[in-house]
Nanobody
C-alpha cells in the first residue's frame, strides 16, 4: 500500500505565493513520475506540472513562468512552488505518483486526498 500526504494549501491574495508539498510512503520500490493536478468547481481535472525521476518537467501553459515543480527522490517528495497566484488558480490540488509498489512489476497511479488553494482578495 502507498499513501500520498499533501500539505501547504490555503488562502492567499492575488500575486501571493504558496508552496505545496507531497510525501509518498509505504511499500515503494521506485517512483517514476510525480506531479500535481487541479480541479476547479465545474471544470475537469487538469495537469498542473509533472516531474520524472530524472528531473524532466512539463507544465500547463497557464502556469509556466509562475510555478516550479521539484522533487527530492530520496524522500519520495514532490514540491510545487506557486508564485504570482491568480484567482483562476483557485482549485483543489491533488498530488499524483506513478509507483511500482511491493513485489509488483508494473507501475500504478496513486493520488493524495487533495488540498484546497484559494486565491482571493
Amino acid at each position: 500500500q502507498v499513501q500520498l500526504v499533501e500539505s501547504g494549501g490555503g488562502l492567499v491574495q492575488p500575486e501571493g505565493s504558496l508552496r505545496l508539498s507531497c510525501a509518498a510512503s509505504g511499500s515503494i520500490r521506485d517512483i517514476n513520475a510525480m506531479g500535481w493536478y487541479r480541479q476547479a468547481p465545474g471544470k475537469q481535472r487538469e495537469l498542473v506540472a509533472k516531474i520524472t525521476s530524472g528531473g524532466s518537467t512539463n507544465y500547463a501553459d497557464s502556469v509556466k513562468g509562475r510555478f516550479t515543480i521539484s522533487r527530492e527522490n530520496a524522500k519520495n517528495t514532490v514540491i510545487l512552488q506557486m508564485n504570482s497566484l491568480k484567482p483562476e488558480d483557485t482549485a483543489v490540488y491533488s498530488c499524483n505518483a506513478y509507483v511500482r509498489a511491493g513485489t509488483l512489476w508494473y507501475y500504478t497511479d496513486y493520488w493524495g486526498q487533495g488540498t484546497q488553494v484559494t486565491v482571493s482578495s
